[in-house]
């Protein structure tokens, strides 16, 4: 009973944590998609917002459009240099202070385009003359500190992309050199021969061929006869000898 008990809790404690761990599984889905949803959606007014602005800097005469077009400008800049440094921080990782500073220069922005938006909505028209002057050097303060990062950053990649480009050619042409190694071979080879005819006939002979290979059995000197195959050659050479000497009796006429 103590065993069966034992095991039920064990399959009551493996139930709770597979629900716990789906629950956790469940919660980071749905933050996750939310976090997606509200990027989209923020993306997504960004990109209405610059084309408003874009359109009242050509259409609104003024103030109006001199508000609007700094916003675009403050907008532009800030955007651009964010995704040189986003685009560059995987292989460099000296470009996360960059972004860190970009985000502390988009916190000025943000602050200053609400300031921009409120001088947009303001009735009197001496308030807005007065402001716009400061707020626009403001906005080009900001840009210019963004702009600078990001064409640093550029000159930057631009300069380790030169290098590595520098170190790839040498690699390539040193690589080059060494297949046409069998240049220098070929080259090389009719000094050796005219070592070896000046060294005489002696390096001619058999002695400079080097060991002589073993026939294979298909060999034009490598055949056996008959005889010599069923080892009846000496007996055969020796019966051929007896034969050949002269008898007693036509010596003696």
Known sequence: MEAIGAVIALVVLFGIGIVTLLIVAAVKAGKAVAATVERTETNARRAVENVTLKARTYTKPGAAGQIAGVRLSLRTSLRGTREVLEAGVGGDGQLAEALQLLG??????????????????EPESSRV?????????????ITHSAESMRWAAQDRMHRFAEDEL????????????????????????????????????AASG??????????????AGARLSAEEMLGLAEPLTRFAQRLRKPSPGSSAG
Do not use: N, V, Y
Not at 104 to 121: F, G, N, T, V, W
Not at 174 to 193: I, N, Q, V
């Open 104 to 121: 502390r220069l988009d916190a000025h922005a943000a602050e200053l385009d609400r300031e921009l938006r409120m001088l947009e909505r």
């Open 129 to 141: 003359s007065a402001k716009l002057p400061e707020l626009r050097e403001r906005a080009e303060r």
């Open 166 to 201: 520098t170190r790839l050619s040498q690699d390539c042409e040193s690589e080059a050199g060494a297949l046409r190694h069998w240049d220098t071979g070929a080259a090389d080879a009719p000094s050796g021969a005219a070592a070896s005819s000046a060294a005489g006939p």
């Open 206 to 219: 058999p002695a400079a061929a080097g060991p002589a290979a073993a026939p294979g059995i298909a060999a």
